[in-house]
T-cell receptor, first 113, second 115 residues
Framework: SQELEQSPQSLIVQEGKNLTINCTSSKTLYGLYWYKQKYGEGLIFLMMLQKGGEEKSHEKITAKLDEKKQQSSLHITASQPSHAGIYLCGAVILIQGAQKLVFGQGTRLTINP | KAGVTQTPRYLIKTRGQQVTLSCSPISGHRSVSWYQQTPGQGLQFLFEYFSETQRNKGNFPGRFSGRQFSNSRSEMNVSTLELGDSALYLC??????????????FGPGTRLTVL
């Protein structure tokens, strides 16, 4: 959606390298979610962030929420082939006075051996 | 526990027809959400049901409707199909409801092709 911008759109990294994906909202965030998707398949819920400054980690994936910048970053440490896929951020924002769930366009991550 | 199941997995319809997709949530989950995913528009939220009531709704025309049964299973209906309705339709279940504010578990999706 236009309200949620993800960058980069695609990313190719060498196995073992670190990487960061960003998700920026043009509106106030009421919750920020990260998902992973293998091409053409269902989504896997990774993490939910709801408070400014919140940081969560799961295995080698860490997500942070910067409330002031209306931005979240997803950081993968020592990337592995299993990290390859499409990463999507979703957020609850206010649109015309109502809370709506919107998604970024996704970041396609390729891990080269 | 069995995961979220969606049927059918693939469907081909022609313009003007209607289609019904089914989603069975994880046992014990009472919330079911539906999403549409296309290459052009990305992932978009359709609606969310909890205890047989629609709790949240995205910005889709009235041709898109849904319902939830007492056993939490949900169906989504699209009437008067258009070419642009071709998409992967994803269903997700969670224990509680609230616009993604709960850990959601997704099904594999139904890929609908409209000719």
């Amino acid at each position: 959606s236009q309200e949620l911008e993800q960058s980069p759109q695609s990313l190719i990294v060498q196995e073992g390298k670190n990487l960061t994906i960003n998700c920026t909202s043009s509106k106030t965030l009421y919750g920020l979610y990260w998902y992973k998707q293998k091409y053409g398949e269902g989504l896997i819920f990774l993490m939910m962030l709801q408070k400014g400054g919140e940081e969560k980690s799961h295995e080698k994936i860490t997500a942070k929420l910067d409330e002031k910048k209306q931005q979240s970053s997803l950081h993968i440490t020592a990337s592995q082939p299993s990290h390859a896929g499409i990463y999507l951020c979703g957020a609850v924002i206010l649109i015309q006075g109502a809370q709506k769930l919107v998604f970024g366009q996704g970041t396609r991550l390729t891990i080269n051996p | 526990k069995a995961g979220v199941t969606q049927t059918p997995r693939y469907l081909i319809k022609t313009r003007g027809q209607q289609v019904t997709l089914s989603c069975s949530p994880i046992s014990g989950h009472r919330s079911v959400s539906w999403y549409q995913q296309t290459p052009g528009q990305g992932l978009q939220f359709l609606f969310e049901y909890f205890s047989e009531t629609q709790r949240n709704k995205g910005n889709f025309p009235g041709r898109f409707s849904g319902r939830q049964f007492s056993n939490s299973r949900s169906e989504m209906n699209v009437s008067t199909l258009e070419l642009g309705d071709s998409a992967l339709y994803l269903c997700a279940s969670s224990y509680n409801y609230g616009l993604g504010g709960n850990e959601q578990f997704f099904g594999p999706g139904t890929r609908l092709t409209v000719l």
